[in-house]
Structure formats: C-alpha cells, structure tokens
C-alpha cells in the first residue's frame, strides 16, 4: 500500500504540536510524564514509517516542497526519537521523588510536558525543513521553547543560565539569519523565484552559477552562528550552565539531540560551499578549525570540573568538536562523525540521566560528594561510570571505533599536525574524566551515603543496561543496514560515493 509521504511529514510536526496543548488538560503529574512516553511512541510510528521510505525509495516532500525528509534528515529523526523516548522514559523515575514531596506539581509538570513537546515539534520542523529559512525558524523556536526547560524549578542559577542561553543563542540564530540572506543574495544570478530561492533542492541544482564571495560570507556567519547554538567553542560558554541547571531529562535531549539539530544546520550548507568552491575543501577546513578548537577547550576545561553535569556538558564541547573534525576531513571521516553522532547521543542521554538520579540521592551534583556510587546505587551508578567510560573512548565501545575511524582518516590523508592535536585533546580527556569517574566509583565517601537510594525498577534497570549493550555491540559489529543507511547519508554530504 502506497503512503502519502507528505501526509507523513506533516504528522510529524502536527502531532507534537498537538500533544502540547494536551498536557494542559491532564490533571496529575505522573499522567503528563506517562503522556510524554505515549507521545513520543505514537510520533515516531510515522516517523520509522518516513524513514523506512526514505530509505528504500529517495526523499519525500510535502507543502510544494517547502518540506523534506531525505536521508540525511532520516538518520537525524532516528537519533531524535531515540533521544527524546529515553527522556520521556528516565523522567518518569527522576521526578517521582519530586512528586512525591510536591516540589514537582500539576502547573510544574503541565508546563513541562507542553515545552517538552514543543521542543520536539521545533527540531522536526528543522529536520524536514527543505526551505532553509523554515529551517531557520524552527532553531530559533527552539531556543525561545527549550529556555523555559531550563527554568521548570525557578532558581537563581536556573534563571542565569536561562538568560545566557537565550541572549547568546539568539545573538547566534542572528547570525546564521545573515548566512541565509547573504546566501538568497547569492542565487540571484540564477534566476529562481524568490519564493524558491530557498529551497535547498534548488540551489544544490544551481550551485554552477551561484557568487562564490557570497556563498562564502553565508558559510562563515552559518557556522558562527548554527555553532553557538551547537556548543562549538568558542561560542560555548552558554552550555555548561544550561545543562547543569536543567532536569536531567532536559539536559539528555540538549546534549543528546539539540547540539545536533544546530550542527544538522551547518551541514545543510556545506555541500553548497564545497560544490560552489569547485570541491576545494574550504568550507570542511573551517568545520576543522572549530572542531579542533572544540576539543581542545574542552579537554583543558573536563580537567578542572567538579559537577558532574558540568563535565558532562565540557564532553559535548568535545564531541560535537569530534563530529565537526570527522566531517571536516571527509571521505570515511564523515562516514565516522555520523556514526559518532549516533554513539555520542545515546551514551550522552544514558550518563546525563544517570548522573540526575545518583545528584537526587545525594543531594548533590559535586563529583567529591558523590563517591562510592557502585556500592550505594550499583545500577545507576554504573549506569553513569559506564556512560563516561564510552564517552571518553574505552574500547570495545562504539565510540572508541569512531573515534578511532577520525584518526585513521586524518592520518591517511597526511595531516599528520590536525592527528596530533586530536590524540593530545584526547588524552587530556580520558586523563581528566577517568580521575573522576574512578573516584566516584570507589573512593571512600567523606559523608555518609545515602540511606534511601533512588528507587529501581526493572524497567529503570533495563535503560542503563540495554544502551551500554548496544554501544558495546557496535563497537565490535555493526549491522550492514546501518553502515548502509549512514553510508547514503554520507553521500548527501559529498563525502563518499
């Protein structure tokens, strides 16, 4: 049976849209936590259904093409849902507690579950965004959505690092606004109607006659700007405050998928800087440039933290630096940043989740508080010195293969300065976290441990475990439909052929 694939991407974004306003007529937390698994189960049935089609015969489109959903937008709306199912199922778990001491009531949860789903409603729109003004729109909606996440318990930090993110984020979604513009300028010796100029589809068939200055400007206030809003360093500062103030379950789809959405922007651009500068490679050095500065940030920063959700946060500085990097030098680079990006969200959501609980129990997000986790809450607690082992790329686990794939490509390619700075950020990294993660393991606490540990069920137990099973089974085999589905996604990039 034929589906109407335009009917599909518009349910996509109408169903979040409208599971928003629904939350606010639920009258118990724990039924706006409950609706937020059921939401985002009945989301991403259309959305496999998209991603099934895409995948087996080519893009779909819907609203005279202003909407699109390809592969490369595919394989984001996988990781997304992915993200947002381990989010709504974590939440349930870390706001029981609050619920139960009524610190998270009915106006706290409606709130949540209405923002919750507005967020996931904005980052579809960017996804199947073909227009990339839309795609515009929908970051900016995410900033003014995702703020009031940050801030669901008003506190003064929350407050802070609410209006940090949203003065530094819009001051970079103003940027990339300019990247567009000069970009529409760029297609006017092409010819298009205005109304098409820009539609990404469009001008990736007119690249031969667009104004390659231009095209360059665009690029460079793209990246600035897109880069604030994805955690590239320098443009950073805003992130480690807003994932250590939010709720866990925020913070899991901030660094799980938000970072994402904004980088998914910058690589909309790049095959038209690369096809318009004749393949020259400047638009991938740049990505170079900040994903290297990206790492190294970080990896001098995750040294000296002691919150855990602030070292959390360095580490997506530095992945997201990885996924830059692994682009930039394309061929099988690009190939490792996108699996990496899969690798990095998943383990990201896990340790961010985790590490909310085991602060809930002691009362405290301070790494020299929260010691002897294995032994007071075995499986959160090894839930999250899990997390931060895949993260800082232990082997077997897939992202030490990513990471690994990003070495080899730059080598091979005999940029011997760009391996050297990447194993030196690396090494600071793995030094760094692993002193923190062995002392949070196993270092005799200098308080008592907490006598009422967080609550486990089986189902909290099945999502530490099941994630850190698949980042263990992928860094040792991946299925041949995703290394084909991420290979076509590479494609788009002008990576591989």
Same mark, same amino acid.
């Given at each position: 049976?034929?589906?109407? %694939?335009?009917?599909?991407?518009?349910?996509?974004?109408?169903?979040?849209?409208?599971?928003?306003?629904?939350?606010?007529?639920?009258? /118990?937390?724990?039924?706006?936590?409950?609706?937020?698994?059921?939401?985002?189960?009945?989301?991403?049935?259309?959305?496999?259904?998209?991603?099934?089609? #895409?995948?087996?015969?080519?893009?779909?489109?819907?609203?005279?093409?202003?909407?699109?959903?390809?592969?490369?937008? /595919?394989?984001?709306?996988?990781?997304?849902?992915? $993200?947002?199912?381990?989010?709504?199922?974590?939440?349930?778990?870390?706001?029981?507690?609050?619920?139960?001491?009524?610190?998270?009531?009915?106006?706290?949860?409606?709130?949540?579950?209405?923002?919750?789903?507005?967020?996931?409603?904005?980052?579809?729109?960017? @996804?199947?965004?073909?227009?990339?003004?839309?795609?515009?729109?929908?970051?900016?909606?995410?900033?003014?959505?995702?703020?009031?996440?940050?801030?669901?318990?008003?506190?003064?930090?929350?407050?802070?690092?609410?209006?940090?993110?949203?003065?530094?984020?819009?001051?970079?979604?103003?940027?990339?606004?300019?990247?567009?513009? @000069?970009?529409?300028?760029?297609?006017?010796?092409?010819?298009?109607?205005?109304?098409?100029?820009?539609?990404?589809?469009?001008?990736?068939?007119?690249?031969?006659?667009?104004?390659?200055?231009? $095209?360059?400007?665009?690029?460079?206030?793209?990246?600035?700007?897109?880069?604030?809003?994805?955690?590239?360093?320098?443009?950073?500062?805003?992130?480690?405050?807003?994932?250590?103030?939010?709720?866990?379950?925020?913070?899991?789809?901030?660094?799980?998928?938000?970072?994402?959405?904004?980088?998914?922007?910058?690589?909309?651009?790049?095959?038209?800087?690369?096809?318009?500068?004749?393949?020259?490679?400047?638009?991938?050095?740049?990505?170079?440039?900040?994903?290297?500065?990206?790492? $190294?940030?970080?990896?001098?920063?995750?040294? %000296?933290?002691?919150? #855990?959700?602030?070292?959390?946060?360095?580490?997506?500085?530095?992945?997201?630096?990885?996924?830059?990097?692994?682009?930039?030098?394309?061929?099988?680079?690009?190939?490792?940043?996108?699996?990496?990006?899969?690798?990095?969200?998943?383990?990201?959501?896990?340790?961010?989740?985790?590490?909310?609980?085991?602060?809930?129990?002691?009362?405290?997000?301070?790494?020299?508080?929260?010691?002897?986790?294995?032994?007071?809450?075995?499986?959160?607690? %090894?839930? @999250?010195?899990?997390?931060?082992?895949?993260?800082?790329? #232990?082997?077997?686990?897939?992202?030490?293969?990513?990471?690994?794939?990003?070495?080899?490509?730059?080598?091979?390619?005999?940029?011997?300065?760009?391996?050297?700075?990447?194993?030196? %950020?690396?090494?600071?990294?793995?030094?760094?976290?692993?002193?923190?993660?062995? /002392?949070?393991?196993?270092?005799?606490?200098?308080?008592?441990?907490?006598?009422?540990?967080?609550?486990?069920?089986?189902?909290?137990?099945?999502?530490?475990?099941?994630?850190?099973?698949?980042?263990?089974?992928?860094?040792?085999?991946?299925?041949?439909?995703?290394?084909?589905?991420?290979?076509?996604?590479?494609? #788009?990039?002008?990576?591989?052929?």
């Amino acid at each position: 049976m034929q589906i109407d %694939g335009g009917l599909i991407i518009l349910l996509l974004i109408l169903l979040p849209a409208i599971f928003s306003g629904v939350c606010q007529m639920l009258r /118990a937390p724990l039924q706006v936590l409950r609706f937020c698994i059921a939401g985002v189960v009945l989301v991403s049935i259309p959305g496999l259904v998209a991603v099934f089609q #895409v995948f087996r015969k080519g893009p779909l489109f819907a609203a005279g093409n202003w909407l699109m959903l390809d592969i490369l937008s /595919a394989y984001h709306l996988l990781i997304m849902m992915m $993200v947002f199912t381990i989010s709504a199922l974590f939440a349930v778990g870390y706001f029981r507690e609050e619920i139960d001491m009524k610190e998270f009531t009915i106006k706290h949860a409606r709130r949540y579950g209405s923002l919750w789903f507005g967020a996931l409603a904005a980052m579809m729109l960017v @996804l199947v965004s073909n227009n990339l003004g839309v795609m515009w729109v929908g970051i900016e909606a995410t900033t003014l959505i995702t703020a009031f996440l940050i801030c669901i318990h008003v506190t003064p930090g929350a407050l802070e690092a609410m209006w940090k993110y949203l003065m530094m984020c819009s001051v970079g979604v103003a940027a990339a606004f300019t990247g567009i513009l @000069l970009t529409a300028a760029s297609t006017v010796p092409v010819g298009i109607h205005p109304t098409e100029a820009l539609l990404w589809t469009n001008i990736m068939n007119s690249v031969s006659s667009m104004d390659p200055v231009l $095209v360059k400007a665009a690029f460079i206030f793209i990246v600035v700007g897109y880069g604030t809003k994805a955690g590239l360093a320098p443009m950073h500062n805003w992130l480690p405050d807003a994932h250590s103030q939010a709720p866990s379950p925020v913070s899991a789809i901030f660094s799980g998928f938000l970072l994402n959405a904004a980088l998914y922007c910058i690589l909309r651009f790049l095959p038209i800087v690369e096809a318009v500068t004749g393949n020259s490679g400047w638009g991938r050095d740049i990505l170079i440039l900040f994903g290297l500065l990206s790492i $190294v940030v970080a990896a001098i920063f995750i040294i %000296g933290q002691r919150d #855990v959700k602030r070292m959390l946060a360095y580490s997506s500085v530095e992945h997201i630096g990885l996924i830059a990097l692994g682009v930039g030098l394309g061929g099988l680079g690009t190939f490792a940043a996108l699996f990496h990006m899969f690798n990095h969200s998943l383990c990201k959501s896990l340790a961010f989740c985790c590490a909310g609980r085991v602060g809930q129990a002691y009362g405290s997000n301070d790494m020299r508080k929260t010691t002897d986790i294995l032994r007071s809450m075995p499986v959160l607690g %090894g839930g @999250l010195i899990g997390g931060i082992l895949a993260l800082i790329g #232990v082997a077997p686990f897939a992202i030490f293969l990513s990471e690994f794939i990003i070495l080899k490509t730059a080598i091979d390619s005999s940029r011997y300065w760009i391996a050297g700075i990447y194993l030196t %950020g690396l090494a600071v990294v793995f030094v760094g976290a692993l002193r923190h993660a062995i /002392a949070m393991a196993w270092k005799p606490p200098e308080e008592m441990a907490p006598d009422a540990p967080a609550k486990i069920c089986l189902a909290d137990a099945a999502l530490v475990v099941i994630p850190l099973i698949i980042l263990l089974i992928l860094g040792l085999w991946m299925p041949k439909l995703l290394a084909e589905f991420i290979l076509k996604a590479s494609i #788009v990039l002008g990576a591989l052929s």
